[in-house]
């Protein structure tokens, strides 16, 4: 786990500024003059502790992800496990994804990972891809749970579906300023994310080039 150092270290400083620009404007907006001005500490402090630019904003990116999981509620995939019927699951399914683009704390914790993801981009051992994969590994173990119960498709990829469905859901957030209401939204997202769990989908052909 990630933590974070003694209070008031030059280091700890260095990071709380980091992050509040990251947060609030993405990885772009991280200007290590102001970083220094508002730490209250030197260049070659940043230097010592983070190597560069770079290192300072991929640990930033780290505690932030961290503080991300943590506030996950691991409870929200309750009731999932507890549905018995197709029905109740995408039920289920239709009410996460109403939570998800509805609530203000959830739309405030998807900001946060589209600015990270961008930091995240063609990294695949940074902090934010590896909080990805885990995020979206373990809901998938869900619907794995769910075919073994023939709840939904037996043909479904459970990764690759809840991969599509995250990426749909930080997407929303850019389509806003085209599309504001949430409820059109929904109106197309909502089926779309239920034609898969279907009982008796075809799988979808592989059109791939051999």
């Given amino acids: 786990m990630t933590t974070l150092p003694t209070a008031g270290s030059t280091r700890q400083r260095i990071l709380a500024a980091t992050i509040t620009v990251l947060v609030a404007n993405g990885a772009d907006a991280v200007r290590i003059t102001e970083i220094l001005v508002a730490a209250d500490a030197s260049s070659s402090s940043l230097y010592h502790h983070f190597g560069d630019r770079k290192g300072l904003i991929e640990a930033a990116v780290a505690i932030v992800h961290e503080r991300l999981a943590v506030s996950e509620d691991p409870g929200h995939l309750d009731d999932g496990y507890a549905a018995t019927t197709h029905d109740e699951f995408c039920e289920y399914i239709a009410r996460q994804l109403r939570r998800a ?47 073994s119960r023939h709840l939904i498709n037996a043909e479904l990829d459970s990764l690759a579906y809840c991969a599509w469905f995250q990426g749909m859901l930080l997407g929303q957030l850019l389509t806003e300023s085209t599309q504001a209401d949430v409820e059109r939204w929904l109106d197309i997202a909502t089926p779309a994310a239920l034609a898969p769990l279907r009982l008796g989908t075809s799988p979808v052909s592989d059109t791939r080039p051999q």
Avoid at 114 to 137: D, E, N, Y
């Fill in 101 to 147: 683009v509805t609530s203000d704390e959830n739309r405030t914790r998807r900001t946060q990972r589209v600015r990270l993801a961008v930091a995240s981009i063609g990294k695949p051992q940074s902090a934010g891809t590896q909080f990805q994969i885990l995020m979206t590994s373990t809901v998938a173990e869900l619907f794995e749970d769910a075919k």
